[in-house]
């Protein structure tokens, strides 16, 4: 069945909240302390670095330590960081081409779930990370 909160966005958040300590971590540290399978986490970190959530340093002495506010991040930010879609129904997506609408031109049942999909979006961008993470209203 299909969820929001993906395996991958769960295991996300659980990184965010290991580097809410300012310090650098290894990915390594970072997969062990997390429980989480080092190539799956290493596969986040660069999706996290990519949306400027996280800043990664190479070398011996390297690792990676949170870069954002997560103050100022949404869990909306981070499904689309992480290219989670947050979609209730396909047509839904931006490019889906639905024969339906090209053949009626009209769908009831397409206004009423994007009035939905409207209201769940809103939530999600109500919602930062750092709320999330800590309990903590921003």
């Keep these: 069945s299909a969820v929001i909160i993906t395996r991958e966005t769960d295991y996300a958040l659980r990184i965010l909240r290991a580097l809410m300590d300012g310090q650098l971590h290894t990915v390594g540290e970072l997969a062990q302390g997390e429980l989480l399978p080092q190539p799956f986490a290493y596969k986040i970190i660069k999706k ?61 049942s397409h206004r009423q779930l994007a009035a939905i999909q409207r209201t769940l979006d809103r939530e999600l961008q109500s919602h930062t990370l750092r709320e999330i993470l800590t309990g903590q209203p921003a």
């Design 48 to 108: 996290l670095c990519k949306a400027g959530l996280v800043q990664i340093t190479r070398g011996a002495a390297g690792g990676c330590r949170l870069s954002a506010d997560l103050s100022q991040v949404t869990l909306y930010d981070l499904l689309l960081a992480l290219g989670e879609p947050s979609a209730i129904a396909a047509c839904m997506e931006p490019d889906y081409a639905c024969p339906w609408r090209e053949r009626q031109g009209d769908c009831v």
